[in-house]
């Protein structure tokens, strides 16, 4: 079992930066892929951003490209999302996965484990 803890969250203004951060509770072997989600009030829970976590190959959600970057630490077994150029539309609760999806980057139904999120809103 791997657990999850997200940290980094807050209130920023429009325009304004972030970083995410996501520890894992122990070595991640086993672990393939690790991402962030989102879910916005009154929203289903959307893809954001993954890593391959020994590759380090990344994808992005269209509405984040240019503005988020996803990295990972192996030595801290930590995942981080920076988050910069925010927009109202940013403000969610975040959520960070680990997959042990082997081969290309999974669906949401393919992660195994999941934080219990840190809230972002975005407000002037």
């Known amino acids: 079992q791997v657990q999850l803890v997200e940290s980094g969250g807050g209130l920023v203004l429009p325009g304004g930066s972030l970083r995410l951060s996501c520890a894992a509770s122990?070595?991640?072997?086993?672990?393939?892929?690790m991402g962030w989600f989102r879910q916005a009030p009154g929203k289903e829970r959307e893809f954001v951003a993954t890593?391959?976590?020994?590759?380090?190959?990344?994808y992005y959600a269209d509405s984040v490209k240019g503005r988020f970057t996803i990295s990972r630490d192996n030595d801290k077994n930590t995942l981080y999302l920076q988050m910069s150029s925010l927009k109202p539309e940013d403000t969610a609760v975040y959520y960070c996965?680990?997959?042990?999806?082997?081969?290309?980057?999974?669906?949401?139904?393919?992660?195994?484990?999941w934080g219990q999120g840190t809230q972002v809103t975005v407000s002037s």
């Open positions: 122990r070595r991640t072997s086993g672990i393939y892929y």
């Open positions: 996965a680990a997959s042990r999806t082997v081969g290309g980057p999974p669906t949401e139904r393919g992660y195994n484990y």
């Open positions: 890593i391959s976590w020994f590759g380090g190959r990344t």
